[in-house]
């Protein structure tokens, strides 16, 4: 956290951001990341759907892929996944 | 037809007088407003302010939306939500509906939703009561909302004209807080100079907005999804002190946007207040301030003790936040005694909240006046004629003394 901040009287008033949430990248704050076993995934997008951050996103070709920028590393996708094609794995 | 050839000033026509207890000038101030949204719910001594609204919407007479919340808390939230979509919203209460809209008085001003809020001053619980203090507003001081303080009907209804735009200037955008004192104001009835409807209209005229930078570029501070912004966010260590740098600088721009609409009021009825109303106090020697409806009945004493040949005055604080203090210290500055009346208490200061702000006023000045503290008519209990007489002589025998021997007196109390 290293950038500039604007004072008080550069700020936008009335509290607002004035940074896009897709500005803050909060894929460094958990140890663990999911990963996906694409030879067993369903394409069911239930990790899509369930993922808190939407930072498991659908491809074109309908499997997900998770975005390590914003991915917060908490495993509810893994939780939810039906056919358990998804694990947890320590970043290194 | 109500024009002043002279002057083009509304004149006090007599077709335009009602008689008008304070809770009603409220209600119809504000029917002539006519905001988008009221949302309110109703308690001693504001219940009329509520009733006779919601009547002006049953019959028709008003477009506004009229929300029946199930508390006070949900009212003021009812009205932040409204303002942020940037409807106009007006609510009301007193005492403990105050005190339940507690948490969300900080949000409205945090945001700057300049929401317009009549509260018909009463004690705080408890010991229950229902009758007159200024607990419950001094309460809610530190809110960040600006308080009017009103002496009488007339009072109420221009301040609840002039509000709107006071609180939507484009340098202030606060809520605003319009104080009535429960029963002695919001109960009696008295003779009301009122505007045509079609001039309270063109002097709220519509709500302006300012213009704020948000992640998607320059936007109006509304919530609109044309142009999306992100209104009260989490705002942790590295951003909330500046947010309240922020609000501090709204107030500050109150202390002159405030003159600046009640001079443009004044111009069009005839009657302006600005921040204060000094009375008698050019060559006084003795000085009451004040807050309220008491300032009425401590000018009748000025005017007794006058004619008697003491050189008494008195000084109204009409605007309580943003504390008016350069004008107040100009006004003092050369007075050898003044009283502070206040009608709330604080558990364990050394004054009561107003002297406090009075004193503090002052410690930077060389030439200061002795300050006495008067606490008084707590819970309703009437402050007569005679009592501020008595405070009077108080301040006399502090002038001769020379000097303060007592913090606090407190006034029409049983010993």
């Given amino acids: 956290m290293t950038e500039d901040k604007p004072g008080w009287r550069e700020m936008p008033e009335g509290a607002i951001s004035y940074k896009c949430t897709l500005d803050y990248e909060t894929g460094d704050w958990g140890v663990e990341y999911p990963e996906i076993d694409y030879e067993r995934c369903s394409k069911c997008m239930l990790c899509h759907f369930y993922c808190p951050e939407g930072a498991v996103r659908v491809r074109s070709d309908g499997y997900t892929e998770i975005d390590r920028r914003y991915c917060k590393g908490c495993g509810i996708c893994v939780e939810e996944c039906p056919v358990k094609c998804m694990k947890m794995v320590r970043k290194v | ?415």
């Fill in chain 2, 1 to 415: 037809m109500y024009e002043d050839g002279e002057k083009g000033l509304i004149v006090t026509d007599e077709r335009l007088m009602m008689g008008l207890n304070g809770d009603e000038a409220v209600a119809y101030a504000i029917k002539q407003v006519e905001p988008d949204v009221v949302a309110a719910y109703p308690i001693t001594p504001q219940t009329i302010i509520v009733e006779r609204f919601s009547e002006y919407v049953a019959n028709g007479l008003v477009k506004t939306d009229f929300v029946s919340v199930e508390s006070e808390h949900s009212a003021l939230s009812s009205c932040i939500g409204a303002e942020a979509a940037g409807a106009r919203a007006f609510t009301a209460t007193a005492a403990n509906g105050l005190a339940l809209m507690w948490e969300m008085t900080f949000i409205a001003s945090s945001l700057r939703l300049p929401i317009v809020m009549a509260v018909a001053n009463r004690a705080l619980s408890g010991p229950i009561n229902i009758h007159n203090d200024h607990s419950d507003a001094m309460g809610a001081r530190d809110s960040g909302w600006i308080q009017i303080w009103c002496e009488n009907s007339q009072e109420v209804y221009d301040a609840c004209i002039e509000a709107w735009r006071i609180g939507e200037h484009t340098n202030v955008q606060l809520p605003v807080m319009i104080n009535l004192d429960g029963f002695t104001l919001s109960h009696t009835m008295e003779n009301v100079f009122t505007l045509p409807d079609d001039v309270v209209k063109n002097f709220v005229r519509d709500r302006r907005f300012i213009k704020v930078k948000g992640h998607l570029g320059e936007s109006e501070l509304r919530l609109d999804p044309g142009t999306p912004i992100t209104m009260g966010p989490f705002d942790l260590q590295d951003f909330y002190f500046e947010h309240k740098l922020q609000q501090v600088e709204a107030m500050r721009r109150a202390l002159e946007a405030i003159p600046e609409v009640d001079a443009e009021y004044e111009a069009l009825s005839g009657r302006g207040y600005r921040l204060i109303h000094p009375y008698m106090v050019d060559d006084a020697e003795l000085v009451i301030v004040g807050l309220g409806s008491t300032m009425g009945t401590a000018s009748y004493v000025v005017e007794k003790l006058r004619e008697k040949g003491v050189k008494a005055g008195l000084v109204k604080i009409r605007v309580f936040r943003p504390f008016p203090k350069d004008e107040l210290v100009k006004t003092l500055r050369s007075i050898p005694v003044v009283g502070v009346l206040d009608r709330a208490i604080s558990f364990g200061a050394p004054n009561g909240p107003l002297c406090e702000e009075v004193k503090t006023a002052f410690y930077e000045e060389k030439d200061r006046p002795l300050i006495a503290n008067f606490i008084h008519g707590l819970g309703g209990r009437d402050t007569s004629p005679s009592m501020i007489e008595g405070m009077f002589h108080r301040l006399m025998k502090i002038k001769s003394r020379g000097r303060v021997d007592q913090l606090i007196e407190y006034v029409g109390v049983r010993e």
